[in-house]
């Protein structure tokens, strides 16, 4: 036998359609935040003809995406300097722990 589905009561889905609308925090977080599921917040939302779009490219906005060309190239730019630097990181770490690993043979 199946799961039976979650009965939500009118009210409930209501705030939370509003709350997740008048909140800046992304759809799946107000859902984790409700113990709802995504999809089923997102349902709601669109049915309510609520949902969200992403704002335009801003620097330091989480859930920014970029909108023009040459948003989205600096944007690969950061993010190929921020790999780099990682990969330099990763390096400097896999070095460090072979030598630990020799001393203490």
Do not use: H
Not at 22 to 41: C, F, H, I, M
Not at 59 to 83: F, K, S, Y
């Amino acid at each position: 036998m199946g799961k039976k589905a979650k009965q939500y009561t009118r009210e409930f889905v209501s705030r939370a359609v509003q709350l997740c609308d008048e909140s800046n925090k992304p759809v799946s977080e107000v859902a984790r935040d409700l113990g709802v599921q995504y999809a089923t917040l997102y349902a709601w939302m669109t049915k309510a003809g609520k949902t969200k779009r992403r704002v335009s490219a801003l620097p330091g906005v989480p859930g920014a995406v970029p909108r023009t060309p040459e948003a989205m190239q600096a944007e690969i730019d950061r993010l190929q300097r921020e790999l780099e630097e990682t990969k330099k990181q990763l390096e400097f770490a896999k070095k460090a722990a072979a030598f630990f690993a020799q001393q203490n043979k």
